[in-house]
């Protein structure tokens, strides 16, 4: 499996590679030096930005030493945003996921691969003005598609539905998010809701609700901080009409990020998503979320 | 343009290295466990197969003996670590909640309906344990009434165990003859049985055990000219179980 992953490391850090230099100024053309990470930018027409987003998660669920499975994933998301109106931005989302599920006995599963790809739209309905606007209200839709491939062990069976990738379902979604730009410091506020369909071996994930609120503070052009709170709430998944013990409920993260802008037209992000409200049915404890991110506008 | 070209690249080859999806299944720690039958007495002179002494004196011939072995869980040795581990968990600020489950890693909670044979020593598979590194110390065996779908229910023998956790019948030896009996329970009885120290660890991650049930202690308790019918019989049978470790299952 290392084997197999070095590749895959050495070509993500092609990916992260900032080009040698910028040759527009995505900023310059919203009329908001706001560093922006990617999901949240400023449209304006034919605007393109790249993004890499590496991110490292875990949970357990059930009792440790009893029935507990381990979750280990780290995943790079790529994606590519496109304006091709003021007011509309559309991205697709590529996962690539390296997925570890460990039992008490120590027996394990690893499955890597592409994930599921997530297609959006996202149609900014009001901005009090043209050019740096100040308040922006934006509606989306998307779907995740199931391009996810069905991972098998060496002997050909199917690895478990908790080591797969993908769901294998066709999962639409849809949301609303504001935006506010006042002087250093910007705010977000988005909900997006989730609504999965049945997938491979009979699952179902539940559907879910998950909502951001986060404000930002940028005192330099180069480098800003964020600190958001995000919350998700959600229905317990099923198999089959059955459903799971563990999962389903509210949880919370706080969020800060760090964004720093080496070079005009790229943003770095780094940050954490530590969980501090779990209300999940079940037993079910989640890790904190470490992410890196780079963001580039062509 | 050279740094789209070698974003795009980057991002194919990228792409189609992943494409190339996979996965992999690495066993870990596995118990098996078996069940049979035995004698540990000395047989009666002279004997039949399914002939005893109890320990009162009372001398009693099995006919036909079933029960349904509900459960079987691994019970850790304790240790200090254990209860700082216990301690950790009731102050951690992250709230969690418990889930109730059957079966685990450490239970298994297959019923298995098991017939007393014409011949002691053959092993029945139980089914298999993935529990945690670690000492188990003893296994908790407990028999309660059969469900619909217990393992064995059609080679019961004729009996419907459904509902049951014990049918034993036979005849008891008296003055006047051999009297015959029918005990059928529908209690619960749990006995731990020691494991002799069971390690499982990554250098030694497959077990074996054997419990053995001496049939010939089921009616303990049963004096010449009493009747099994006033007897716990379930009970006998769980206080019966050992451990035997030179089987295979």
């Known amino acids: 499996m290392k084997a197999s992953f070095l590749p895959l490391l050495l070509c993500g850090a092609l990916v992260l590679l900032p080009g040698s230099r910028a040759w527009a100024c995505a900023t310059c053309a919203c009329g908001d030096p706001t560093l922006m990470s990617m999901g949240t930018e400023q449209p304006f027409a034919g605007r393109l930005r790249l993004s890499t987003t590496l ?12 029935d507990a499975l381990r979750l280990r994933e780290a995943r790079m998301d790529v994606a590519v945003a496109y304006a091709p109106l003021p007011w ?43 050019f740096s606007a100040d308040h922006l209200f934006s509606v989306l839709v998307g779907v995740k598609l199931p391009t996810a491939p069905k991972l098998r062990a060496e002997d050909g069976t199917l690895l478990e539905l908790d080591t797969q990738l993908g769901s294998g379902s066709v999962d639409p979604l849809a949301g609303l998010a504001y935006q506010h730009f006042r002087g250093d ?31 930002q503070l940028q005192p330099s052009a180069r480098w800003a901080v964020r600190l958001g709170v995000d919350g998700r709430v959600e229905s317990a998944a099923d198999i089959d009409g059955e459903e799971e013990a563990n999962g389903g409920g509210f949880i919370a993260y706080a969020s800060p990020d760090l964004l720093f802008s080496p070079t005009t037209d790229v943003v770095v992000g780094a940050g954490v998503r530590v969980p501090f409200f779990n209300r999940l049915r079940g037993r079910v404890a989640p890790t904190p979320i470490a992410m890196m991110s780079v963001a580039y506008d062509l | 343009m050279a740094s789209v070209v070698k974003s795009l690249a980057s991002s194919t080859a990228l792409l ?14 596995s118990l098996s466990l078996g069940i049979t039958t035995a004698r540990t ?40 670590g254990w209860r700082w581990q216990r301690l950790w968990d009731a102050l951690s600020p992250v709230g969690t909640a418990w889930a109730h489950t059957v079966s685990s890693a450490t239970r298994l909670g297959t019923p298995h309906v098991i017939t007393l ?26 028999f309660e009434p059969a469900d619909d779908d217990a393992v064995g229910l059609s080679d019961a023998q004729g009996s419907d165990m459904v509902g049951l956790s014990l049918h034993v019948s036979g005849t008891v030896a008296g003055a006047d003859g051999a009297t015959p009996f029918d005990v059928k329970a ?9 494991l002799d120290g069971l390690e499982l660890s990554e250098d030694a991650p497959r077990a074996t055990r054997v419990f053995t049930l001496a049939w010939d202690s089921w009616l303990d308790g049963l004096a010449p000219g009493g009747s099994p019918g006033n007897l716990d019989v379930l009970g006998n049978v769980a206080r019966s179980a050992s451990l035997q470790t030179s089987a295979e299952p």
């Open chain 2, 16 to 29: 189609l290295l992943a494409a190339c999806g996979g996965g992999e299944r690495i066993e870990g720690m």
């Open chain 1, 55 to 66: 991110r490292a998660w875990g949970q357990t669920v059930g009792q440790e030493r009893v």
């Open chain 1, 185 to 215: 410091w910007s705010f977000l506020l988005s909900a997006t809701g989730f609504l999965p369909t049945r997938g491979i071996q009979g699952y179902r994930a539940g559907a879910s609700v998950r909502a951001t609120a986060a404000a």
């Open chain 2, 117 to 142: 044979r014409d011949r002691d020593g053959e092993v029945l598979p139980l089914g298999e344990l993935r529990p945690a590194p670690g000492r188990y110390c003893r296994a908790r065996l407990t």
């Open chain 2, 186 to 194: 529908r209690g619960r009885s749990s006995v731990d049985v020691s």
């Open chain 1, 88 to 130: 509309l931005f559309l991205s697709a989302t590529l996962p690539l996921q390296a997925r570890e599920v460990r039992e008490v006995s120590l027996a394990r599963e690893r499955g890597w691969g592409v994930g599921d790809v997530e297609v959006t739209a996202k149609a900014f309905l009001f901005k009090d003005r043209e």
């Open chain 2, 41 to 80: 007495r000395s047989a009666p002179v002279p004997s039949s197969g399914r002939t005893l002494v109890t320990d009162a004196g009372a001398e009693a011939t099995l006919s036909g003996a079933r029960f349904t072995l509900g459960s079987v869980e691994l019970l850790p040795c304790e240790s200090t």
